[in-house]
T-cell receptor, first 116, second 113 residues
Framework: DQQVKQNSPSLSVQEGRISILNCDYT??????FLWYKKYPAEGPTFLIS?????DKNEDGRFTVFLNKSAKHLSLHIVPSQPGDSAVYFC???????????????FGKGTLLTVNP | DAGITQSPRHKVTETGTPVTLRCHQT?????MYWYRQDPGHGLRLIHY???????DKGEVSDGYSVSRSKTEDFLLTLESATSSQTSVYFC????????????FGPGTRLTVT
């Protein structure tokens, strides 16, 4: 079963507009969430994260929102730029006793295309 | 730049042959991970290590083994490669002092014919 779901395989937006990428999770033990960006032929790069004690985290043009009751998070990119065109992965982890060894569970990714 | 290199970057091999992929880090980090990326599947954890000689399985470990004899090197071995193991393989390290962020290497594209 898929614990982290990105239901939109792709998203296309115009330059300057807002991009909203969505992610849902099913495991109620997840309490830390991350977004990664991946360009072709490169490794994923860390973008932004949020702990479950927060509902929003902002870093420049990137903001992540967390709705724990809905088990949903979203990444907002404002304004979108052509260089933002990439695959975006949502990831989640569970802390807690017994140790998770900091493992991450990833979604399948969403391909964002920002058109000039 | 997280100081992670992977070798080889590209490899083509035949079904049934053994293959070893290497991940090398210069950061002296304790935690290292191997993932594979496939279309429609995202990134899936194969194996991970939490110290020298300390390793454990991830969600897709069948057909793979790992070894970590030094902090800086984490090896992924396909004992007898199959076509289903054609994939892009990424190594990652967890940066201490951060929360759960992992930093990835550039990847190895493996094709099993």
């Amino acid at each position: 079963d898929q614990q982290v779901k990105q239901n939109s395989p792709s998203l296309s937006v115009q330059e300057g507009r807002i991009s909203i990428l969505n992610c849902d999770y099913t495991n109620s033990m997840f309490d830390y969430f991350l977004w990664y960006k991946k360009y072709p032929a490169e490794g994923p790069t860390f973008l932004i994260s949020i702990s479950s004690i927060k509902d929003k985290n902002e870093d420049g043009r990137f903001t992540v929102f967390l709705n724990k009751s809905a088990k949903h998070l979203s990444l907002h990119i404002v304004p979108s730029q052509p260089g933002d065109s990439a695959v975006y992965f949502c990831a989640a982890s569970a802390r807690g006793s017994g140790g998770s060894n900091y493992k991450l569970t990833f979604g399948k990714g969403t391909l964002l295309t920002v058109n000039p | 730049d997280a100081g992670i290199t992977q070798s080889p970057r590209h490899k083509v091999t035949e079904t049934g042959t053994p293959v070893t992929l290497r991940c090398h880090q210069t950061e002296n980090h304790r935690y290292m991970y191997w993932y594979r990326q496939d279309p429609g599947h995202g990134l899936r954890l194969i194996h991970y290590s939490y110290g020298v000689k300390d390793t454990d399985k991830g969600e897709v470990s069948d057909g793979y083994s790992v070894s970590r004899s030094k902090t800086e090197d984490f090896l992924l071995t396909l004992e007898s490669a199959t076509s289903s193991q054609t994939s892009v393989y990424f190594c990652a390290i967890r940066s201490p002092g951060s929360s759960y962020e992992q930093y990835f290497g550039p990847g190895t594209r493996l094709t099993v014919t």
